[in-house]
T-cell receptor, first 110, second 115 residues
C-alpha cells in the first residue's frame, strides 16, 4: 500500500526561527511532490510543488527532494505566527491520484 | 489559481438520511476529485469524478454509499447516502489544473455532522 509518512507534531518554533518539516513516501515511482498548508477549519492550500531532486525556493519556503531516499522536506525561514497551521505532504503517484500524509502541526511562538 | 465553490458549507443530518454536496469549478480545472477528511485526520480520496460516466472509486468506497455525478466539465455532486454518525466528516471537492502538474485546488469543504 502506497503511504506518505509525516511526524504529526506539534512542532513548536520561536518566531524568526527556521521550521523544518519532513516527509517520507513509499512508492518509488512517484514523480510529483507537494506541500499544502491547512489552517484550522479551512481547506488545504498549495504552497510548494517539487518534481526533481534538489532544492526549490519560493520566498521564505524551500522544498527539498531526495528521490533516492524517498524523502521530501519543507523549510520555512523567518517563521511567523501566521505560519502556524498543519502542513500536509502530498505525493502524486500517477494519473492525478494524490496521496496525503497525516500532516504536521506547526506552532510559531511570538 | 482555480476557483472551486462548494455547498452546503455545513449541515447537521439525521441518521439514515442522504445529503448531496454540490461543487462548481471554473474553467481552470480538468480533473475533479472528492476527498474526505475525518476529524483530526488527513485527506482520503473517495473517487475521481469522470465527466459523463461513472466515477472511479478508491478502495473502501462504493457507488451505493457515495454516488457521484459530473454532468459537465465544471460541475459535480457527491451524495452521502444512508448516513450514520461515522460519516461525520469534512467532504472536499478538488480540481486539478490545466497545467497537468498534479497540483490540486480545493473547495471550502462541506462539514457534515450526523446525529
Amino acid at each position: 500500500q502506497k503511504e506518505v509518512e509525516q511526524n504529526s507534531g506539534p512542532l513548536s518554533v520561536p518566531e524568526g526561527a527556521i521550521a523544518s518539516l519532513n516527509c517520507t513516501y513509499s512508492d518509488r515511482v512517484s514523480q510529483s511532490f507537494f506541500w499544502y498548508r491547512q489552517y484550522s477549519g479551512k481547506s488545504p492550500e498549495l504552497i510548494m510543488s517539487i518534481y526533481s531532486n534538489g532544492d526549490k525556493e519560493d520566498g521564505r519556503f524551500t522544498a527539498q527532494l531526495n528521490k533516492a531516499s524517498q524523502y521530501v522536506s519543507l523549510l520555512i525561514r523567518d517563521s511567523q505566527p501566521s505560519d502556524s497551521a498543519t502542513y500536509l505532504c502530498a505525493v502524486n503517484t500517477g494519473g492525478f491520484k494524490t496521496i496525503f500524509g497525516a500532516g504536521t502541526r506547526l506552532f510559531v511562538k511570538a | 489559481s482555480a476557483v472551486i465553490s462548494q455547498k452546503p458549507s455545513r449541515d447537521i443530518c439525521q441518521r439514515g438520511t442522504s445529503l448531496t454536496i454540490q461543487c462548481q469549478v471554473d474553467s481552470q480545472v480538468t480533473m475533479m476529485f472528492w476527498y474526505r477528511q475525518q476529524p483530526g485526520q488527513s485527506l482520503t480520496l473517495i473517487a475521481t469524478a469522470n465527466q459523463g460516466s461513472e466515477a472511479t472509486y478508491e478502495s473502501g468506497f462504493v457507488i451505493d454509499k457515495f454516488p457521484i455525478s459530473r454532468p459537465n466539465l465544471t460541475f459535480s455532486t457527491l451524495t452521502v447516502s444512508n448516513m450514520s454518525p461515522e460519516d461525520s466528516s469534512i467532504y472536499l471537492c478538488s480540481g486539478a489544473g490545466t497545467k497537468n502538474t498534479g497540483e490540486l485546488f480545493f473547495g471550502e469543504g462541506s462539514r457534515l455532522t450526523v446525529l
